[in-house]
Nanobody, 124 residues
Framework: QVQLVESGGGLVQAGGSLRLSCAGS????????MGWFRQAPGKEREFVAS????????YFTDSVKGRFSIARDNAKNTVYLQMNRLKLEDTAVYYC?????????????????WGQGTQVTVSS
């Protein structure tokens, strides 16, 4: 049974930082492109970042470029999302997801497995 478990969310002031982690089990982690998505209240889920199997290439939505980074440790079956200079509009539930695609993707329907999400709240 595949499981993706996010952690690291919480309450942070605007301008602060958080690092999210997503631990995978029940899958050959290094064989999956990994992604992070988020969903704010009343809004649709949106793509945040993606990283290919080797970790060599990444892809970000425009609104987080220069502020967020994504990395993975295949030995630990974990993907990370480092979020810096957080803004109020970054408040959302953040989900990690795993895709069997070889390429980077921002399309949610390209992802096969999803975590339960972790809440990130940015306050003023």
């Amino acid at each position: 049974q595949v499981q993706l478990v996010e952690s690291g969310g919480g309450l942070v002031q605007a301008g602060g930082s958080l690092r999210l982690s997503c631990a995978g089990s029940g899958l050959t982690f290094s064989g999956y492109t990994m992604g992070w998505f988020r969903q704010a209240p009343g809004k649709e889920r949106e793509f945040v970042a993606s990283i290919i199997r080797s970790g060599d290439n990444t892809y970000f939505t425009d609104s987080v470029k220069g502020r967020f980074s994504i990395a993975r440790d295949n030995a630990k079956n974990t993907v990370y999302l480092q979020m810096n200079r957080l803004k109020l509009e970054d408040t959302a539930v953040y989900y990690c997801a795993a895709s069997t695609l070889w390429a980077l993707s921002g399309a949610s329907d390209h992802y096969n497995y999803w975590g339960q999400g972790t809440q990130v709240t940015v306050s003023s």
